[in-house]
Nanobody
């Protein structure tokens, strides 16, 4: 059974940091790209970052320079280091896994059809 389990969300003050994680199981981790998304109340799901099966990193403009994606392949886990958090970063954060496909730009990470599996999410709340 494929599982993606997010953890590490929480409540943090503006300017603070969090590092949620995504633990994967049930598929060959090294063959998949793993992405992070978020959905704020009343807003569309937003792609944030992705790490390809080759280890390349992709980010959308809204988080470049503040968020860093990384992985521990030995533990089948992907992390999202989030720094300089703002109240507008408050959202449910999800990870997703998709079979390896070429990336031609950072925008590609936002294409939902690239992803086959989704986690249940972890809540991040940034207070002002």
């Amino acid at each position: 059974e494929v599982q993606l389990v997010e953890s590490g969300g929480g409540l943090v003050q503006a300017g603070g940091s969090l590092k949620p994680s995504c633990a994967a199981s049930g598929f060959t981790f090294d063959d998949y790209a793993i992405g992070w998304f978020r959905r704020a109340p009343g807003k569309e799901r937003e792609g944030l970052a992705c790490i390809s099966s080759e280890g390349s990193h992709y980010y959308t403009e809204s988080v470049k320079g503040r968020f860093t994606i990384s992985s521990d392949n030995a533990k089948n886990t992907v992390f999202l280091q989030m720094s300089s958090l703002k109240p507008e970063d408050t959202a449910e954060y999800y990870c997703a896994a998709g079979t390896s496909r070429p990336f031609y730009s950072d925008y590609d990470l936002t294409i939902l059809s690239r992803y086959d599996y989704w986690g249940q999410g972890t809540q991040v709340t940034v207070s002002s």
